[in-house]
């Protein structure tokens, strides 16, 4: 079994039947509708279940058609630097434009 990576949601995102995911009692509970509880906070999806911008999540294998809709929360970041990688996460995205001055 992999391990649980963090990560902030960028952009809603939806995850589908046989993801596994670590997620708080709250998350969890609004989507009880959707979900297999594996105990200790991880849950298996059984009917697909979104996400919204801003929230934290755990992911066992994260789909690589939602890597750039999430981004990897790292231990030890300054609130300050987690805001600064989000803005230019933001920034890379399509569409975004290619300039943050």
């Known amino acids: 079994m992999s391990e649980l990576v963090k990560y902030r949601v960028l952009e809603p995102v939806t995850f589908h039947a046989g ?9 969890a509970d609004a989507r009880r509708y959707g979900l297999k ?11 697909p279940v979104q996400f919204k911008r ?18 990897e929360v790292t231990k030890g970041m300054t609130a300050a630097a987690q805001s600064i ?14 300039s943050l001055a």
């Open 54 to 71: 801003g929230e934290e999540i755990g992911v066992q294998e994260l789909p690589k058609a939602l890597a750039g809709s999430v981004q």
């Open 37 to 47: 509880a594996l105990g200790k906070g991880l849950h298996q999806v059984v009917t």
């Open 85 to 98: 990688a989000n803005v230019q996460a933001s920034a890379l995205k399509p569409g975004a434009q290619k």
């Open 19 to 27: 993801a596994t995911l670590g997620l708080t009692e709250a998350q």
